[in-house]
């Protein structure tokens, strides 16, 4: 040990033993790993082997198609398991495939194999009951819009059932209606019980119900019932394409059975004609003979004909172009005969039926004249008589008609009764005009109104007696002279120079006031220009009507007066009343999300919002007082100052009580209780008194109701059906009013309104907005902004009202708690 430590004060052996010692530690290091190195390499060799013999073994058994060996071995990322489970699928398809195919062409040998409709729709329902596995079918064929069962089988055994469905009634007519297969798996408890001799009622617990289709055309319906609770994708894809398949053959076997009905007719037809031919052949040889003898006749008669034709076409020439026409009428006042000209003076066209005396184209005192000249001709053989009447062409132009009856009932040749009418409107037209111009002559010569009638060139051609007042000269002074050369007011003459001139222009009536000198002092003149027009529309001459309007000028100033006082008085009490009721401002200190709609109709409102805080109670309230503008706003200040009145006496009063006190002192302000006093003035409202401490509303109301909104529910609260104030019924207990306790929540909506708004006409048809239309607003969207509904209600009652006058004053206040 000695030595060992002498032999170690040197660094250069310790550098030795620290190497001896790294080289030895390297060497246990580099064993160990490679050791672990053939573990992991045999561990690998061992686990690739077993893959090799899985993978050996899943190949063996895709080669034999046993897929569900391969299912079981459980190695889930092999790609041979995908591309086993990828055949497995593919393979399933193709059975699914080759199923669907053999019931194809099942029921298509069914389909081809029978002729008869009936044969064929129970076979049909065998066969798909039969192959789909189901328990119970019915096979229905559309009928006269019905469908009506042809087959029934439940159970190997055909039902013989008679059933009919109306199209849209029951599954199978929504089936009918709708064209689209139904696949259900909930049967009601009544639809239908499949019975059989082996088991008790069994209620099918699937059901396809199948339209068959010939393109877009209905035939009928399939309905197949199952006892499994799920029926698989594809026996539903079987029923979707028996659908177009059974449909050809049904709408074939239609038309075969319509085609050999109408053969079997055309058969029969046929033997009938061959009966016929002969008949017809004997008759042939008859009809040759009576030809010949024909023809030479029919020579004979042409002459006569063409001599016949000519003279009537020269008949109805003279009948047509006739100033009059001829009317005949039976003894039953039928027309029996009406000449061609009857058209072109009574204005009917070539294809209209003359209907002889048209109570419709008559006037009810013509058609009375025409009856009486015709009794009168009736109950006077050989008599005549002349009559006038109108008549209104198809155009609406109005004729007058002037007939002469005879009665020739005893003429053989006539047999009737006949008119001679011809138009006489113009003769009428003229006579009324000579009428009108002596008449107007003389309204014109004791009109109060000074009347010229003036010439393109400035010449009076007439004046009436009392120019002679306005312009101190006589009617011979003024007469044919120029208005030029006149010694009057320079303003008349000035002002008739530029009329001339200006209807020279434009030929249109001017209406104009000028103020003129007269003996009678200085007058102020409404002067009416009318154009005069030829014949021909060129102008001949204007005539001047002059109305005096001195005494309706000063009139108009005097009202025009009174009214700027009126005015003046009802725009200061507008300003004292909206100096006393509160706004939105007012309310939305203590409310912050509120409004109040407020349009009065006039300028001032029998309609107010009134609102009152004390301590931490508020009382809101939307009033309607009876009428509106200035009456309406004189009761207004009365409920204004009643309402805080009461709420001063006591804070305890609930609304109900509230309202019962005001009712009582309009009452006995207006001295309704007063005998002989039939007053009926009241208000409508809706009062709220809301606690914010126990957050509690009390509603009562007068008529008007409260809409409370929460979470996008609206609730109504409807007011008491009295109102306010009104003469007190003698033999009647009144009831008092009731109060509605409404807890409420943070973000509750309170809305209250008068009648204005429901009861604004407007809209398309000029309807009311009635409170559903309010409603619909308020519960249109969720989470609405009071601000929202204040937009809202202001442009859309603007909108509905639209060109309607406003009926009454709108008041809407709306408060988010």
């Keep these: 040990m000695k030595t060992i430590l002498t032999i170690h004060t040197s660094w250069l052996v310790w550098f030795v033993d620290v190497l001896l010692f790294l080289i030895s530690f390297g060497v246990l290091i580099a064993v160990n790993y490679f050791r672990r190195l053939k573990i992991d390499q045999d561990k690998e060799v061992k686990e690739l082997n077993e893959e090799i013999k899985s993978n050996t073994l899943i190949a063996d058994l895709i080669r034999k198609t046993d897929y569900k060996k391969i299912l079981n071995i459980g190695n889930e990322d092999s790609p041979l398991i995908s591309l086993a489970k990828d055949l497995m699928e593919t393979n399933h398809k193709e059975e699914e495939l080759k199923w669907i195919t053999k019931g194809k062409e099942i029921i298509n040998d069914i389909l081809r194999t029978y002729r008869n409709i009936d044969e064929l729709s129970i076979e049909v329902l065998k066969g798909i009951i039969k192959y789909t596995e189901g328990v119970q079918g019915a096979f229905y064929l559309l009928e006269n819009e019905k469908l009506v069962s042809h087959a029934v089988y439940a159970f190997n055994r055909q039902r ?67 006892l499994q609770d799920h029926i698989p994708t594809y026996k539903l894809n079987f029923a979707q394409e028996l659908s177009s398949m059974v449909g050809r053959t049904i709408y074939a076997q239609k038309i075969n059975a319509r085609t050999e009905v109408l053969l079997s007719e055309s058969q029969q037809m046929t033997v009938t004609l061959q009966q016929n031919e002969e008949k017809l052949k004997e008759n042939a040889k008859e009809m040759m003979i009576a030809q010949e003898d024909l023809e030479q006749s029919n020579e004979l008669l042409e002459t006569k004909i063409q001599e016949v034709e000519n003279g009537q076409k020269r008949l109805v020439a003279l009948l047509t172009n006739a100033s009059e026409f001829i009317s005949i009428y039976d003894e039953s006042q039928r027309l029996v005969f009406e000449s061609p000209s009857v058209k072109r003076i009574l204005g009917y066209d070539d294809e209209e039926q003359i209907i002889g005396m048209d109570p419709e184209m008559m006037t009810p005192k013509g058609y009375k004249t025409i009856n009486n000249l015709f009794n009168y001709l009736k109950q006077t053989p050989g008599g005549e008589s002349v009559a006038q009447y109108s008549y209104l062409k198809k155009t609406g132009e109005k004729l007058f008609l002037e007939t002469q009856g005879k009665n020739l009932l005893h003429d053989p ?75 009057i007011d320079e303003r008349l003459i000035e002002f008739i120079n530029n009329v001339l001139s200006e209807i020279k222009r434009n030929e249109e009536q001017i209406i104009d006031e000028i103020e003129l000198s007269t003996p009678l002092g200085d007058r102020i003149m409404q002067i009416k220009a009318i154009p005069e027009l030829s014949d021909e529309k060129i102008l001949e001459s204007v005539l001047f009507v002059s109305h005096d309007m001195t005494d309706i000028k000063r009139i108009e100033q005097e009202v025009k007066e009174k009214n700027k006082k009126i005015s003046d008085s009802i725009n200061y009490a507008q300003r004292i009343q909206t100096a006393i009721l509160p706004d939105t401002s007012f309310i939305q200190k203590h409310f912050p999300r509120s409004f109040i709609f407020y349009r009065p109709k006039d300028v001032v409102s029998g309609d107010f919002p009134w609102f009152v805080k004390k301590d931490e109670t508020f009382y809101v309230a939307a009033v309607d007082c009876t009428g509106h503008g200035v009456p309406g706003a004189l009761l207004s200040f009365i409920g204004y100052f009643l309402l805080n009145n009461i709420v001063n006496i006591d804070n305890n009063f609930n609304a109900a009580k509230i309202l019962d006190l005001l009712h009582e002192g309009v009452r006995t302000t207006l001295k309704q209780y007063d005998e002989g006093n039939n007053g009926r003035d009241g208000m409508d409202l809706a009062l709220c008194k809301i606690n914010k401490e126990k957050k509690v509303i009390q509603y009562a109301g007068a008529h008007n109701p409260l809409y409370l909104l929460r979470d996008g529910e609206l609730i109504e609260y409807k007011g008491s059906r009295k109102g306010i104030g009104g003469k007190p019924l003698l033999k009647k207990k009144e009831k008092v009013f009731e109060n509605h306790e409404i807890p409420y929540q943070d973000g509750d909506k309170v809305f209250i309104f008068s009648d204005g708004l429901p009861d604004q006409l407007g809209g398309d048809r000029r309807k009311k907005y009635q409170s559903k239309r309010i409603r619909e607003a308020l519960t249109e969207k969720e989470d609405l902004s009071m601000a929202h509904f204040e937009r809202h209600f202001s442009s859309d009652f603007y909108e509905w009202m639209g060109e309607e006058k406003q009926v009454d004053d709108v008041l809407l206040i709306g408060i988010e708690l």
Aim: charged letters at 30%; proline letters at 4%.
């Design 160 to 226: 013989f059932l008679k059933q009919e469905y109306e199209i849209g009634r029951g599954l199978v007519g929504q089936v009918a209606y709708e064209k689209q297969m139904i696949y259900r798996t909930e049967i009601p408890d009544d639809y239908f019980t499949v019975k059989s001799g082996l088991l008790d009622d069994v209620k099918p617990k699937s059901l396809i119900i199948l339209p068959i289709m010939q393109e877009e055309e209905l035939q009928g319906i399939l309905e197949i019932a199952y």
């Design 413 to 487: 040749a006539i047999k009737g009764i006949i008119f001679n009418t011809q138009d006489i409107t113009e003769r009428i037209r003229a006579e009324k005009e000579e009428r009108m111009k002596s008449r107007m002559q003389s309204l014109s010569e004791n009109s109060p109104d000074m009347i010229l009638r003036i010439n393109t060139t400035g010449k009076i051609v007439y004046a009436n007696p009392i120019v002679s007042e306005f312009i101190d000269l006589s009617i011979q002074e003024v007469t044919k002279k120029r208005i030029n050369d006149l010694n």
